[in-house]
């Protein structure tokens, strides 16, 4: 780009509406939506990023979980981390998650639920919980069977509101 900033711009078409990322040279992020009417859903700064990143360790990684993934609905990967054992292709777990949950919620409208805010898949060794965090986040948890699925709910609840506090600016 002409200007000198680095400009990173991710697409979710969702009912006409288009969604920009954009990374500024002070290395924040900020997001808009465009379509019916334009609309600015924020600008997270690099602070805000490192107190996720800290969150998602702290209040998952250390509690047992294997891998949590922070991504918008389009499936662009916002924060990640992982135990050091369990190393997946983000990219494209994020992609796929973010239409398995699409998909999800259109089932949902069809039933006649605004949406379903939580998802579960349970395998034999592993398994794999997603919770929307707000409007615009997807937090996915991967987790063996070594760990209760209700503890995994409740770390996520407490990460969830954790991420919003952040969000908002708010401490935490």
């Not at 334009?38 to 702290?58: P, R, T, W």
């Not at 918008?72 to 973010?98: E, R």
């Not at 579960?120 to 063996?144: D, P, R, W, Y």
């Amino acid at each position: 780009m002409k200007d000198g900033k680095k400009h990173i711009f991710l697409f979710k078409f969702v009912s006409y509406s288009v969604k920009f990322w954009h990374k500024g040279e002070d290395n924040n992020i900020s997001f808009t939506s465009h379509g019916a009417g334009k609309m600015n859903y924020g600008i997270l700064s690099e602070k805000q990023l490192k107190g996720i990143d800290n969150v998602l360790k702290v209040k998952l990684i250390d509690a047992g979980v294997k891998n949590a993934i922070l991504i918008d609905m389009a499936g662009n990967t916002v924060s990640k981390q992982n135990d050091g054992n369990f190393n997946i292709d983000t990219v494209a777990f994020a992609a796929l998650a973010a239409g398995n949950f699409a998909a999800v919620d259109a089932m949902a409208q069809m039933v006649g639920e605004s949406e379903f805010s939580l998802l579960f898949h349970k395998g034999e060794t592993a398994s794999i919980h997603f919770s929307k965090v707000n409007e615009n986040l997807l937090l996915i948890t991967m987790f063996h069977k070594d760990i209760s699925l209700g503890l995994i709910r409740l770390k996520v609840t407490e990460t969830n509101n954790a991420i919003n506090k952040i969000c908002r600016n708010e401490n935490i």
